[in-house]
């Protein structure tokens, strides 16, 4: 599966995704550092790549619905991560990721737990 990875995950993280066989590029790697939230969002649907990220802004559906996406996850961790938490959020979530696709989803991952936004029913706005 094809990965955006947002500014705040170094190359460690990027690793583990490459590790489980994905092609992952990052927000540092293009330029995209510090561009709105907007842009990233229509950089990744063009693109074809799901969002990976720890920035809360990306879970309002209804500023970035997920459904016309390849997926965005928002890694939900504690104020000052550890790389070792960090690394297992993903873990955890690339783990998931065997069991269902993320493709058109909302993935809120935490510790123990991931999260998948429904769309209310008769919402056509995330269907």
């Known amino acids: 599966m094809n990965f955006k990875l947002d500014e705040n995950f170094g190359k460690r993280i990027q690793q583990v995704f490459k590790d489980a066989g994905h ?3 990052t927000l540092l790697q293009e330029s995209l550092s510090g561009a709105s939230d907007q842009e990233i969002y229509q950089t990744c649907q063009a693109e074809q790549r799901c969002l990976v990220t720890l920035d809360l802004d990306f879970s309002d559906v ?7 996406t390849d997926g965005i996850v928002v890694i939900r ?10 690394e297992g959020l993903v873990r955890q979530f690339l783990w998931a990721l065997r069991q269902m ?5 909302l993935w809120i991952v935490e510790i123990g737990r991931i999260r998948v936004h429904q769309p209310a029913p008769g919402d056509e706005s995330q269907i």
């Open 77 to 86: 961790a504690p104020r000052n991560p550890s790389l070792i938490l960090l």
């Open 23 to 25: 092609d992952v590029q």
């Open 62 to 68: 209804t500023r970035f619905p997920p459904k016309p």
């Open 101 to 105: 696709p993320v493709q058109g989803n």
